[in-house]
């Protein structure tokens, strides 16, 4: 899987801020190919019209609405309630990742009900087990801006129905409160550049050529105990390899890092699996030269090959939130 996400759920108070608030972020997102699902937490019968219009041009296609209520709940409704219904609809739709307001300064004509919605969102991301980005048309520190001139023209063109004046740029972050939950996570906008990719897999390959080089120097080591034989250094050898890629797979959730460490071992094996000078062979034909030959190809295919699965809310959580799911039964525009 890319680093980019492949399914995102964006997450409003109301439609009328899908386009002043969002615009940018989701003609990107819908230009890269990305599955975007809109949830829209209370409708607005008065623009009900313009909005289904602004949704046309910026390539919504999957929108739902919470509560058809002209946003009278947000009168009443707390954030851990609202976060319940919330997580129902993460549970349900399965995104990679959330959008939805910053904690302040969003961007929205109705900062209360933003700052209500980011509460409750953050919560709900945090039961659900993924990740949250946060979405604004003020520019925002540790923001990545989303400004490219096809984005911006398409959230312009909404806008122009509205005949508002706001910011046409947009900023996406990580929420402070979240940045080191989600660190691994690269931005839903953006991708790591080509700088950062190629020094992850040097590093990678370095790290893997290492752990190669002593694994293989120690995989033939043993010791007796009770009088029997313990292969001590191949059983480490194994361990340590799968400890190494599936963690990097797990740290940085792309198999970058977890390919080109396999790869560094793999190379390394092959290379000292040759005959030394003087005749010295590291690699014996025997059982436990067997197992360093095979093992690392078979950790390598099962863990690098292995399909990303999207983290979800434990069992126990989904059955108290899927009972009132607002996700059920609701209608595609």
């Not at 604004?136 to 096809?150: I, K, N």
């Not at 080089?213 to 080591?221: C, D, E, F, I």
């Not at 959730?253 to 005959?275: E, H, K, N, Y």
């Amino acid at each position: 899987m890319k680093d980019r996400a492949q399914r995102v759920l964006v997450i409003t108070a109301r439609p009328d801020d899908e386009a002043p608030v969002f615009g940018a972020t989701i003609a990107t997102l819908v230009q890269r190919g990305t599955e975007l699902i809109v949830l829209t937490c209370s409708n607005s019968s008065a623009t009900e019209d313009v909005d289904a219009s602004a949704r046309v041009i910026l390539g919504i296609t999957a929108h739902h609405v919470l509560r058809n209520d002209d946003g009278h709940q947000f009168s009443s409704v707390t954030a851990r309630d609202l976060a319940a219904d919330l997580a129902a609809a993460i549970t349900s739709i399965k995104p990679d990742v959330v959008v939805s307001y910053a904690s302040s300064a969003s961007g929205s004509n109705r900062e209360s009900e933003a700052r209500l919605v980011h509460e409750a969102t953050a919560h709900a991301t945090e039961l659900a087990g993924v990740p949250f980005y946060t979405a604004s048309s003020v520019p925002v520190d540790r923001g990545v801006a989303v400004s490219t001139s096809t984005a911006i023209a398409f959230k312009r063109r909404a806008m122009e129905i509205y005949d508002d004046e706001v910011p046409v740029g947009e900023s996406v972050s990580t929420p402070p409160e979240y940045l080191c939950r989600f660190r691994r996570r690269a931005v839903v906008i953006g991708e790591r550049s080509r700088f950062e990719r190629v020094v992850l897999a040097l590093a990678s390959m370095a790290v893997g050529a290492l752990v190669g080089l002593v694994l293989t120097a120690v995989h033939q080591s043993a010791i007796t105990l009770f009088g029997a034989r313990v292969p001590w250094g191949i059983i480490a050898a194994v361990a340590l390899t799968t400890a190494l890629i599936l963690g990097l797979r797990l740290i940085y959730d792309t198999r970058i890092a977890p390919g080109f460490a396999s790869l560094g071992v793999l190379l390394m094996s092959a290379v000292l699996a040759t005959a030394m000078p003087g005749g010295t062979i590291l690699i014996p034909g025997n059982v436990s030269g067997y197992v360093w030959t095979f093992a690392p190809v078979l950790i390598v295919l099962l863990v690098v090959g292995w399909p990303r699965v999207n983290r979800q809310a434990s069992t126990p959580s989904r059955d108290n939130i899927e009972l009132n799911s607002p996700v059920k039964g609701a209608d595609n525009s």
